[in-house]
T-cell receptor
Framework: SAVISQKPSRDICQRGTSLTIQCQVDSQVTMMFWYRQQPGQSLTLIATANQGSEATYESGFVIDKFPISRPNLTFSTLTVSNMSPEDSSIYLC?????????????FGSGTRLTVV | AQSVTQLDSQVPVFEEAPVELRCNYSSSVSVYLFWYVQYPNQGLQLLLKYLSGSTLVKGINGFEAEFNKSQTSFHLRKPSVHISDTAEYFCAVIPRDNNNDMRFGAGTRLTVKP
Protein backbone atom coordinates (compact mmCIF):
# COMPACT_ATOMS: atom_id res chain seq x y z
CA SER A 1 0.00 0.00 0.00
CA ALA A 2 1.03 3.62 -0.40
CA VAL A 3 3.02 5.35 2.30
CA ILE A 4 2.21 9.01 2.85
CA SER A 5 4.49 11.47 4.61
CA GLN A 6 2.73 14.58 5.81
CA LYS A 7 4.43 17.67 7.27
CA PRO A 8 4.28 19.39 9.63
CA SER A 9 2.71 17.05 12.15
CA ARG A 10 1.52 19.96 14.23
CA ASP A 11 1.83 23.74 14.41
CA ILE A 12 0.61 26.67 16.42
CA CYS A 13 0.03 29.75 14.30
CA GLN A 14 -0.99 33.34 14.80
CA ARG A 15 -4.28 34.47 13.34
CA GLY A 16 -3.95 36.21 9.99
CA THR A 17 -0.97 34.11 8.92
CA SER A 18 -0.85 31.18 6.48
CA LEU A 19 0.42 27.63 6.82
CA THR A 20 1.38 25.27 4.01
CA ILE A 21 1.01 21.54 4.61
CA GLN A 22 2.98 19.12 2.49
CA CYS A 23 2.04 15.60 1.49
CA GLN A 24 4.49 13.20 -0.18
CA VAL A 25 3.45 9.77 -1.47
CA ASP A 26 5.88 6.96 -2.18
CA SER A 27 4.10 5.97 -5.40
CA GLN A 28 2.47 7.81 -8.28
CA VAL A 29 -1.22 8.48 -7.81
CA THR A 30 -3.65 10.29 -10.03
CA MET A 31 -5.81 11.84 -7.34
CA MET A 32 -5.01 13.15 -3.91
CA PHE A 33 -7.57 14.32 -1.39
CA TRP A 34 -7.46 16.84 1.44
CA TYR A 35 -9.69 16.46 4.48
CA ARG A 36 -10.39 18.57 7.53
CA GLN A 37 -11.28 17.09 10.90
CA GLN A 38 -12.56 19.71 13.30
CA PRO A 39 -12.31 18.97 17.05
CA GLY A 40 -14.55 16.06 17.98
CA GLN A 41 -15.91 15.79 14.43
CA SER A 42 -15.67 13.40 11.53
CA LEU A 43 -13.72 14.04 8.34
CA THR A 44 -14.90 16.54 5.76
CA LEU A 45 -13.50 16.56 2.25
CA ILE A 46 -11.98 19.92 1.34
CA ALA A 47 -10.88 19.25 -2.22
CA THR A 48 -9.64 16.72 -4.72
CA ALA A 49 -6.31 17.43 -6.40
CA ASN A 50 -5.46 16.05 -9.84
CA GLN A 51 -1.99 16.44 -11.22
CA GLY A 52 -1.90 19.04 -13.96
CA SER A 53 -5.29 20.60 -13.31
CA GLU A 54 -7.05 22.86 -10.84
CA ALA A 55 -8.25 21.27 -7.65
CA THR A 56 -11.96 20.58 -7.26
CA TYR A 57 -13.39 22.08 -4.08
CA GLU A 58 -16.33 20.85 -2.07
CA SER A 59 -19.19 23.10 -1.07
CA GLY A 60 -18.10 25.50 1.64
CA PHE A 61 -14.43 25.52 0.68
CA VAL A 62 -12.84 28.03 -1.69
CA ILE A 63 -9.52 28.27 -3.45
CA ASP A 64 -8.63 31.66 -1.94
CA LYS A 65 -8.82 30.19 1.56
CA PHE A 66 -7.37 26.74 0.80
CA PRO A 67 -5.10 26.96 -2.27
CA ILE A 68 -3.78 23.58 -3.36
CA SER A 69 -0.82 22.69 -5.52
CA ARG A 70 -0.24 19.38 -7.29
CA PRO A 71 3.02 19.73 -9.24
CA ASN A 72 3.55 16.00 -9.87
CA LEU A 73 2.06 12.57 -9.25
CA THR A 74 3.64 12.11 -5.81
CA PHE A 75 3.31 15.48 -4.10
CA SER A 76 0.68 18.02 -3.06
CA THR A 77 0.40 21.00 -0.75
CA LEU A 78 -2.55 22.58 1.00
CA THR A 79 -2.29 26.13 2.29
CA VAL A 80 -4.58 27.43 5.00
CA SER A 81 -4.67 31.18 4.37
CA ASN A 82 -5.44 34.13 6.61
CA MET A 83 -6.07 31.81 9.51
CA SER A 84 -8.56 32.34 12.30
CA PRO A 85 -9.18 30.23 15.43
CA GLU A 86 -12.02 28.50 13.56
CA ASP A 87 -9.39 26.92 11.30
CA SER A 88 -7.98 24.96 14.23
CA SER A 89 -8.37 21.38 13.04
CA ILE A 90 -6.54 18.30 11.93
CA TYR A 91 -5.82 18.36 8.20
CA LEU A 92 -5.22 15.07 6.44
CA CYS A 93 -4.17 14.16 2.95
CA UNK A 94 -5.25 10.92 1.39
CA UNK A 95 -4.79 8.84 -1.73
CA UNK A 96 -7.05 6.23 -3.24
CA UNK A 97 -5.50 2.94 -4.16
CA UNK A 98 -7.45 0.79 -6.57
CA UNK A 99 -6.90 -2.82 -7.49
CA UNK A 100 -4.36 -3.40 -4.77
CA UNK A 101 -4.45 -5.63 -1.74
CA UNK A 102 -5.05 -2.53 0.36
CA UNK A 103 -7.89 -1.21 -1.81
CA UNK A 104 -9.27 1.96 -0.40
CA UNK A 105 -8.10 5.25 0.96
CA UNK A 106 -4.74 5.62 2.70
CA PHE A 107 -4.24 8.63 4.95
CA GLY A 108 -1.29 10.66 6.07
CA SER A 109 -0.71 11.02 9.79
CA GLY A 110 -2.33 14.44 9.79
CA THR A 111 -1.37 18.00 10.66
CA ARG A 112 -2.77 19.25 13.93
CA LEU A 113 -3.22 23.02 13.54
CA THR A 114 -3.96 25.38 16.40
CA VAL A 115 -4.63 29.04 15.58
CA VAL A 116 -4.23 31.52 18.42
CA ALA B 1 -25.61 10.39 -2.59
CA GLN B 2 -24.64 7.89 0.05
CA SER B 3 -24.55 8.55 3.78
CA VAL B 4 -23.30 6.78 6.88
CA THR B 5 -24.80 6.71 10.35
CA GLN B 6 -22.82 5.54 13.32
CA LEU B 7 -25.42 4.93 15.95
CA ASP B 8 -23.25 5.41 19.02
CA SER B 9 -21.04 8.44 19.53
CA GLN B 10 -19.36 6.89 22.58
CA VAL B 11 -18.98 3.29 23.72
CA PRO B 12 -17.37 2.62 27.10
CA VAL B 13 -16.49 -0.99 27.87
CA PHE B 14 -14.35 -2.87 30.33
CA GLU B 15 -11.21 -4.65 29.27
CA GLU B 16 -11.74 -8.19 27.91
CA ALA B 17 -15.43 -7.51 27.28
CA PRO B 18 -16.91 -7.90 23.77
CA VAL B 19 -17.82 -4.81 21.81
CA GLU B 20 -19.96 -3.95 18.81
CA LEU B 21 -19.78 -0.59 17.04
CA ARG B 22 -22.79 -0.04 14.83
CA CYS B 23 -22.80 1.39 11.33
CA ASN B 24 -25.71 1.81 8.93
CA TYR B 25 -25.48 3.26 5.46
CA SER B 26 -27.80 4.61 2.83
CA SER B 27 -27.10 4.50 -0.87
CA SER B 28 -28.95 4.20 -4.15
CA VAL B 29 -26.07 2.19 -5.65
CA SER B 30 -23.88 -0.65 -4.48
CA VAL B 31 -21.08 0.40 -2.19
CA TYR B 32 -17.75 -0.65 -0.76
CA LEU B 33 -17.58 -0.43 3.03
CA PHE B 34 -14.67 0.38 5.33
CA TRP B 35 -13.79 0.77 8.97
CA TYR B 36 -10.94 3.05 9.98
CA VAL B 37 -9.36 3.57 13.40
CA GLN B 38 -7.80 6.78 14.65
CA TYR B 39 -5.62 6.47 17.73
CA PRO B 40 -5.04 9.62 19.80
CA ASN B 41 -2.98 12.21 17.94
CA GLN B 42 -2.61 10.01 14.87
CA GLY B 43 -4.03 9.74 11.37
CA LEU B 44 -6.49 7.14 10.12
CA GLN B 45 -5.59 3.49 9.72
CA LEU B 46 -7.61 0.99 7.72
CA LEU B 47 -9.05 -1.74 9.97
CA LEU B 48 -10.94 -3.74 7.38
CA LYS B 49 -13.01 -3.46 4.23
CA TYR B 50 -15.82 -5.17 2.40
CA LEU B 51 -15.54 -5.24 -1.38
CA SER B 52 -17.33 -8.44 -2.36
CA GLY B 53 -17.60 -12.12 -1.49
CA SER B 54 -17.99 -13.35 2.09
CA THR B 55 -20.05 -10.97 4.15
CA LEU B 56 -17.93 -11.61 7.24
CA VAL B 57 -14.72 -9.65 6.97
CA LYS B 58 -11.76 -10.01 9.29
CA GLY B 59 -9.37 -7.15 9.88
CA ILE B 60 -6.37 -6.24 11.94
CA ASN B 61 -6.14 -6.34 15.74
CA GLY B 62 -8.82 -9.04 16.05
CA PHE B 63 -11.67 -6.94 14.65
CA GLU B 64 -14.28 -8.25 12.26
CA ALA B 65 -17.37 -6.82 10.59
CA GLU B 66 -20.39 -8.30 8.89
CA PHE B 67 -22.03 -6.81 5.84
CA ASN B 68 -25.81 -7.13 5.94
CA LYS B 69 -27.31 -5.94 2.70
CA SER B 70 -30.95 -6.27 3.75
CA GLN B 71 -30.34 -4.15 6.84
CA THR B 72 -27.78 -1.91 5.12
CA SER B 73 -25.44 -2.39 8.06
CA PHE B 74 -21.75 -3.03 8.57
CA HIS B 75 -21.26 -3.44 12.31
CA LEU B 76 -17.78 -3.82 13.76
CA ARG B 77 -17.12 -6.40 16.47
CA LYS B 78 -14.35 -7.65 18.69
CA PRO B 79 -14.85 -10.53 21.16
CA SER B 80 -12.41 -9.22 23.77
CA VAL B 81 -11.07 -5.68 23.83
CA HIS B 82 -7.81 -4.35 25.23
CA ILE B 83 -6.90 -1.00 26.73
CA SER B 84 -4.95 -0.31 23.54
CA ASP B 85 -8.16 -0.45 21.49
CA THR B 86 -9.18 2.91 22.95
CA ALA B 87 -9.58 5.10 19.87
CA GLU B 88 -12.01 6.76 17.49
CA TYR B 89 -13.57 4.44 14.91
CA PHE B 90 -14.99 5.63 11.61
CA CYS B 91 -17.25 3.75 9.22
CA ALA B 92 -17.03 4.85 5.58
CA VAL B 93 -18.60 4.02 2.23
CA ILE B 94 -17.57 4.47 -1.38
CA PRO B 95 -20.07 3.99 -4.21
CA ARG B 96 -18.91 1.35 -6.66
CA ASP B 97 -19.56 3.68 -9.58
CA ASN B 98 -17.63 6.64 -8.15
CA ASN B 99 -14.59 5.67 -6.15
CA ASN B 100 -13.70 9.29 -5.53
CA ASP B 101 -16.67 9.95 -3.28
CA MET B 102 -15.90 8.52 0.15
CA ARG B 103 -18.29 9.45 2.95
CA PHE B 104 -17.52 9.03 6.62
CA GLY B 105 -19.73 8.47 9.61
CA ALA B 106 -19.47 10.82 12.58
CA GLY B 107 -17.26 8.38 14.45
CA THR B 108 -17.57 6.29 17.60
CA ARG B 109 -15.23 6.84 20.49
CA LEU B 110 -14.40 3.49 22.07
CA THR B 111 -13.04 3.78 25.60
CA VAL B 112 -11.74 0.60 27.21
CA LYS B 113 -11.54 0.74 30.97
CA PRO B 114 -9.36 -1.51 33.16
Amino acid sequence: SAVISQKPSRDICQRGTSLTIQCQVDSQVTMMFWYRQQPGQSLTLIATANQGSEATYESGFVIDKFPISRPNLTFSTLTVSNMSPEDSSIYLCSVYMRFTTNYGYTFGSGTRLTVV
Amino acid sequence: AQSVTQLDSQVPVFEEAPVELRCNYSSSVSVYLFWYVQYPNQGLQLLLKYLSGSTLVKGINGFEAEFNKSQTSFHLRKPSVHISDTAEYFCAVIPRDNNNDMRFGAGTRLTVKP
